[in-house]
């Protein structure tokens, strides 16, 4: 009898398929600026889209949160009227690996810094090579964007950008230079001090631009409780930002800043993508 069980859970065995999550995709990419790979995930509703398509959320990172910012994004979308919550496309950008980060995210989400103004890296190693910012928007903007609008129905009026740590510095970067590019910014616990210098330069160019041009944009700036404590003063950095930029209201720029009680640099990511979540869709219910 044992045996005959032992059999069974074989066969059982042999019969399994790999777990996926509905309605996603994925697909790669060789961008032309660089040559560079990526590994674009993609999460569409499983209802008819609106006459104007569906919002989109842009995922930097996504071999680390695809799946987190997905089943939020499902369940909660199931019952907008109560958790603010639309149907939305997922567009997560992520690399050729099974890890939850690639080496390749230094380069593509940094600006370009003398290596004497880069934080010391704790282990004495170099790090990887920076400086590709400008070049990865490039990507984002004219390669990436076109192609998930051709193949899926996309309102670009409602467009997302969802960034954390280096990817939250590479979102303040693309609204402090491209603030068209998106609706509404989401940074977490972005890395400001790593090219502090470049970033409060564009900071001052994009607020004189604000103070010009009104426009209509919603910045979701986060960070963890515990992440207080760390020498490159992340919380105090994002805190202030917010509070500089929260002087543009009158201009179109609403922002909100939120600490996270008892969260840290990653365990931070979860919540941290529900308050995303509904952030973002009522700041482009007010754009709609």
Same mark, same amino acid.
């Given at each position: 009898?044992?045996?005959? &069980?032992? %059999? +069974? @859970?074989?066969?059982?065995?042999?019969?399994?398929? =790999?777990? #996926?999550?509905?309605?996603?995709?994925?697909? /790669?990419?060789?961008?032309?600026?660089?040559?560079?790979?990526?590994?674009?995930?993609?999460?569409t509703?499983?209802?008819?889209?609106?006459?104007?398509?569906?919002?989109?959320?842009?995922?930097?990172?996504?071999?680390?949160?695809?799946? &987190?910012? %997905? +089943? @939020?994004?499902?369940?909660?979308?199931?019952?907008? =009227?109560? #958790?603010?919550?639309?149907?939305?496309?997922? /567009?997560?950008?992520?690399?050729?690996?099974?890890?939850?980060?690639?080496?390749?995210?230094?380069?593509?989400?940094?600006?370009?810094?003398?290596?004497?103004?880069?934080?010391?890296?704790?282990?004495?190693?170099?790090?990887?090579?920076?400086?590709?910012? +400008? @070049?990865?928007?490039?990507?984002i903007?004219?390669?990436?964007?076109?192609?998930?609008?051709?193949?899926?129905?996309?309102?670009?009026?409602?467009?997302?950008?969802?960034?954390?740590?280096?990817?939250?510095?590479?979102?303040?970067?693309?609204l402090?230079?491209?603030?068209?590019?998106?609706?509404?910014?989401?940074?977490?616990?972005?890395?400001?001090?790593?090219?502090?210098?470049?970033?409060?330069?564009?900071?001052?160019?994009?607020?004189?631009?604000?103070?010009?041009?009104?426009?209509?944009?919603g910045?979701?700036?986060?960070?963890?409780?515990?992440?207080?404590?760390?020498?490159?003063?992340?919380?105090?950095?994002?805190?202030?930002?917010?509070?500089?930029?929260?002087?543009?209201?009158?201009?179109?720029?609403?922002?909100?800043?939120?600490?996270?009680?008892?969260?840290?640099?990653?365990s931070?990511?979860?919540?941290?993508?529900?308050r995303?979540?509904?952030?973002?869709?009522?700041?482009?219910?007010?754009?709609?």
């Open positions: 009898m044992a045996l005959q &069980t032992n %059999v +069974e @859970a074989v066969n059982k065995v042999k019969d399994s398929t =790999e777990v #996926t999550i509905p309605g996603t995709e994925q697909r /790669v990419m060789q961008s032309r600026v660089g040559n560079s790979d990526y590994r674009i995930f993609v999460y509703p499983d209802e008819e889209p609106p006459v104007t398509g569906f919002p989109v959320i842009y995922l930097l990172d996504a071999n680390a949160v695809f799946g &987190t910012m %997905v +089943e @939020a994004q499902r369940l909660q979308g199931r019952r907008p =009227e109560k #958790t603010g919550v639309v149907p939305a496309i997922v /567009v997560g950008i992520g690399y050729q690996t099974e890890a939850p980060f690639a080496s390749a995210r230094y380069y593509d989400y940094t600006l370009p810094m003398p290596v004497s103004e880069l934080p010391k890296r704790p282990d004495g190693t170099e790090w990887p090579e920076q400086g590709g910012a +400008e @070049a990865f928007l490039t990507f903007e004219e390669e990436l964007k076109p192609e998930i609008e051709r193949d899926f129905p996309i309102d670009s009026n409602r467009q997302m950008i969802f960034g954390h740590s280096l990817g939250g510095l590479f979102v303040l970067h693309v402090f230079t491209k603030p068209t590019a998106f609706q509404s910014y989401i940074a977490g616990s972005p890395s400001i001090h790593w090219n502090k210098r470049i970033l409060l330069e564009e900071e001052q160019h994009f607020t004189l631009r604000m103070e010009q041009n009104s426009m209509d944009i910045l979701l700036l986060t960070v963890g409780e515990l992440e207080s404590s760390h020498k490159s003063r992340m919380n105090d950095n994002a805190k202030e930002l917010s509070e500089r930029l929260s002087k543009l209201a009158n201009q179109g720029l609403r922002v909100e800043f939120k600490q996270f009680e008892d969260e840290g640099h990653v931070v990511l979860p919540v941290l993508i529900s995303a979540l509904r952030f973002g869709w009522r700041s482009l219910s007010v754009n709609a």
